[in-house]
């Protein structure tokens, strides 16, 4: 597995993939809605798989001694520890952003706990629809992407409506208040427990379907 | 010894099947694996990878069960599909870092001795690769990390005669050793008279032929004649006829000869023999 | 020792190489258990098939012409010399057979046919 990690990101990642990873400074941004610099990320997931297709990466993989199942795998992880990393790198951002900002963001939700619970769940929704499906075929990635982006949009859609629409779950997502922050801790928990258990889901599912594909 | 024993492969589709594809080479030799396009020699290879499943049917490396021993066999098969084409903005040097991870096997000073021996440089990218340079750079790979059977699918198609000559010449000189084995497919049936122990014929998904060379080109003859002679007795022996204003040809196999003197009696060779064949 | 392979001869190629060596044993150019180059490396310096080689070597072997050590090779056998005069004879009559069915088919007699040979040779 560690070879086939190697490899992913020896020979697999796109250029793109750290660039859009830079774009955690878009938090910087005033008044801009946080979730469009995750949406990069998926992006630059789209053009892996678009390039692996290009440089025949699936006809290279499964000529090694490896499984099937590992190099659906190799790439699962691949695309967790990026979307983990371009999180990681967002948090400060999200700090600097807000303290310079006092205003607040009136583009969409603060980027606050809950935000950041969100943004796991709508990598989990991206995951689970695009990776499963261009693995049926391997060569359609247009397609498995489009539903990606489209299930990726209408979450946005959803979350920011919560936001929007004035009740008292706006005043308790909308805000960069410490101590309501506090309160949001469960929201970030059950993100990231669904993001990790949709990304098993995702794995075996894309395994299975790439395990029926005649390369 | 047997290097490689494929038995009662099957693989349908909805337009193709295999059916029942059956061969065995032993260690030491090259096996030509022939076939019209589109008879299903890169499904046999495929299926026998198993990059595509087969309906039935097991594939024996060394004496290990393919499906069961994956990892072992594929360690010891070097497989080549139509020339290194992945990854062609990179550079020699780091599709072969990667790659050599994968082989508890690899060999560092074999493999820096290939690249001289094919004049290799590794700093180039795979597309500045000819495609007689690409194919030697699959075997550089394939030998460092000890295969011991060199399965290539179409290594010859898009090399001008010179490279396909001096990579057939190689081939000769990679079996020497009596230890590496390679089973090539082509259409090209000069490759095989130059460089084939073995031939492997299939024919719509169904193998028709598989003997040593010399054999099976001794099966058949060609015959010409005057029309007149064409009986029905000797029509059914008859393979791929073609009547002309001046006569007939065909290909009949040595054992059906007929003893008439109006009919000339030639060798055939492969190409003749392949032309009839397909003409049926 | 020279071997010359014709693709374009009517002569399978086993048997073009069978003839040489079995004419370079029988007038002495291959001395009694001179040592036969590999198979591997005939068939790689010739380029034919490691089958071909195979056969005329099993074929020079049963016919005496030489034998093979195992793990050591293949060897010229040991003929007395009267010997290869009767398999040098015997080779030249089974060509003859041959070819005297030629020349009967043109009609001519065995004298002719001794005239002509003296005439040719």
Known sequence: MKNLLYKEFKLATHPTTYLFLSFGLMLLIPNYPGYVGFFYICLSIFFVFLTGRENRDIFFTVSLPIKKTDAVKARCMMIAIIELVQILIAIPFAFIGNSINPAGNLAGIETNVAFFGFVFMMFSIYNIVFIPLFYKTTYKIGIPFLFGGIAFGLFYVLVEMLVWIPSSIQTFLDTTNPAIMLQQIPILIIGIIIWFAVWIITYKKAASNFEKVDI | ?280 | MNIVVSSTSELPIYQQIYDQISRMIVCGELPNNYCLPAIRTVAKELRISVITIKRAWEELERDGFIYTKAGKGCFVANHAPEKLSDKRETMALEKMVKDVEYYKGLGLSAEDIIELVKEAY
């Not at chain 2, 021993?69 to 360690?75: G, I, L, N, S």
């Not at chain 2, 072969?96 to 180039?124: C, I």
């Not at chain 2, 190689?170 to 090209?188: A, V, W, Y």
Request: hydrophobic fraction near 40%; charged fraction near 25%; aromatic fraction near 8%.
């Open chain 2, 1 to 280: 010894m047997e290097i490689l024993s494929v038995e009662n492969l099957c693989k349908n589709y909805e337009k193709f099947a295999l059916k029942n594809v059956s061969f065995s080479l032993d260690q030491g030799f090259i096996m030509g694996f022939i076939g019209r396009n589109g008879a299903g020699k890169t499904t046999t290879l495929k299926s026998m990878m198993r990059l595509v499943h087969p309906n039935s049917g097991t594939v024996t490396i060394l004496g290990k069960n393919f499906a069961e021993d994956e990892f072992y066999c594929k360690q010891k098969i070097g497989f080549v599909l139509g020339g290194v084409d992945y990854y062609p903005k990179k550079k020699l040097k780091t599709i072969t870092n990667v790659t050599k991870r994968f082989f508890p096997e690899w060999d560092d000073e074999k493999y820096q001795s290939l690249l001289n021996r094919f004049d290799l440089d590794s700093e180039k990218r795979i597309d500045e690769l000819s495609a007689g340079m690409r194919v030697k750079y699959s075997l550089a790979l394939a030998l460092s990390h000890n295969a011991e059977l060199l399965i290539l699918d179409e290594p010859t198609s898009g090399l001008d005669p010179v490279s396909r000559d001096d990579l057939l010449c190689l081939f000769q000189d990679l079996i020497e050793d009596g230890e590496h084995s390679i089973l090539f497919s082509t259409h090209i049936t000069s490759d095989l008279e130059k460089c084939a122990d073995f031939i492997t014929y299939i024919k719509n998904g169904e193998i028709i032929a598989c003997t040593d060379k010399d054999t099976f080109i001794e099966t058949y003859r060609l015959v010409q004649g005057p029309v007149e002679e064409l009986n029905p007795n000797l029509s059914s022996k008859l393979i791929g006829v073609r009547k002309h204003k001046f006569g007939f040809e065909a290909l009949i196999k040595t054992i059906d000869l007929p003893m008439v003197a109006r009919i000339e009696v030639s060798a055939a060779n492969l190409e003749a023999i392949m032309v009839h064949i397909e003409r049926e």
